[in-house]
């Protein structure tokens, strides 16, 4: 079993970053692919990025040179640093851990 907790989320202006955090408990957390994902009001969940074992990343294009995505596997540590936010990254963030495991969410707000 995994367990996830992501923290990180709050208020920024448009412009500013933030840096979310999920920490994973359980073991083998080298062998996981994960992620984050998003899910603004009104849609869908959907990709923002992804991280496999071997170091492959893949990125929703709306995000591609402005956020990164990476971990630590000695403190079962999955990061999404997030720059040059706007308003339209404004969504509620999970973390995921490939077998099924998500987080609780963490709400990101992008708005002066």
């Known amino acids: 079993q995994v367990q996830l907790v992501e923290s990180g989320g709050g208020l920024v202006q448009p412009g500013g970053s933030l840096r979310l955090s999920c920490a994973a408990s359980?073991?083998?957390?080298?062998?996981?692919?994960v992620g984050w994902y998003r899910q603004a009001p009104g849609k869908q969940r959907g990709l923002v990025a992804t991280?496999?074992?071997?170091?492959?990343?893949n990125y929703a294009d709306s995000v591609k040179g402005r956020f990164t995505i990476s971990r630590d596997n000695g403190k079962n540590l999955v990061i999404l640093q997030m720059n040059s936010l706007k308003p339209e990254d404004t969504a509620v963030y999970y973390c995921?851990?490939?077998?099924?495991?998500w987080g609780q969410g963490t709400q990101v707000t992008v708005s002066s």
């Open positions: 995921y851990f490939s077998g099924g495991y």
């Open positions: 359980g073991s083998n957390f080298n062998f996981y692919t």
């Open positions: 991280l496999t074992p071997g170091g492959s990343t």
